[in-house]
């Protein structure tokens, strides 16, 4: 079945740890993105990849990191900079590159909480 | 830039009865506007979308929407609710490049 897969559903760091969320897609998408999610206040966009070895911030990129050396990964490193990380974390992935009309197909998230 | 206003955080309805759930966008031209379901602990499934043409859109679940240019609107709505329709509901528009902006959410919970 085709789709995007997030690892780990649970994550707990300690404060001023690094760590590394996964994200993979079989959809043979060009589009790829990390959503923060808090209660209340909906999805806010960390970065977005439209193509392989190029990545964009989004409007709340501070503190994270990303990479995208395959076209179906695009992993998400939360660093020790990032001051207030515990959230749900979503990943997505749209077929074609600078169109918001296309559809984005979400993963089921990873949780992540700061001890 | 575009921002995306969902101006109702709960709403509880009684299952079989209709629903309406409430949306506003501010972008200076024709946006794409999407609705998406998400239910606790897992990501977020499309609801239905609207590009152009017909207003009145229909999507899965037996959820339609309607948009209305002069109110700045796309609600959404169901005639009969089952209980398996209790989750949280985003709208959410995209205005160029591939960014979508979403809005904060409305919670439905389903009266047995």
């Known amino acids: 079945d085709g789709g995007i897969t997030q690892s780990p559903k649970y994550l707990f760091r300690k404060e001023g740890q690094n760590v590394t969320l996964s994200c993979e897609q079989n959809?043979?998408?060009?589009?790829m993105y990390w959503y923060r999610q808090d209660p209340g206040q909906g999805l806010r966009l960390i970065y977005y990849?439209?193509?392989?070895?190029?990545?964009q911030k989004g409007d709340i990129a501070e503190g994270y990191s990303v990479s995208r050396e395959k076209k179906e990964s695009f992993p998400l490193t939360v660093t020790s900079a990032q001051k207030n990380p515990t959230a749900f974390y979503l990943c997505?992935?749209?077929?074609?590159?600078?169109?918001?009309?296309?559809?984005?197909?979400f993963g089921p998230g990873t949780r992540l909480t700061v001890l | 830039a575009q921002s995306v206003t969902q101006p109702d955080i709960h709403i509880t309805v009684s299952e079989g009865a209709s629903l309406e759930l409430r949306c506003n966008y501010s972008?200076?031209?024709?946006?794409?506007l999407f609705w998406y379901v998400q239910s606790p602990g897992q990501g977020l499934q499309l609801l239905l979308k609207?590009?152009?043409?017909?207003?009145l859109v229909q999507g899965i679940k037996g959820f339609e929407a309607e948009f209305k240019r002069s109110q700045s609107s796309f609600n959404l709505r169901k005639p009969s609710v089952h209980w398996s329709d209790a989750a949280e509901y985003f709208c959410?528009?995209?205005?160029?490049?591939?960014?979508?902006?979403f809005g904060t959410g409305t919670q439905l919970k389903v009266e047995l």
């Open positions: 990849s439209q193509i392989v070895n190029d990545f």
């Open positions: 959410a528009v995209g205005a160029g490049g591939n960014k979508l902006t």
């Open positions: 997505a992935s749209s077929r074609e590159t600078g169109q918001s009309r296309d559809e984005q197909f």
């Open positions: 959809l043979n998408h060009d589009a």
């Open positions: 609207y590009f152009s043409g017909d207003t």
């Open positions: 972008y200076g031209a024709t946006p794409y």
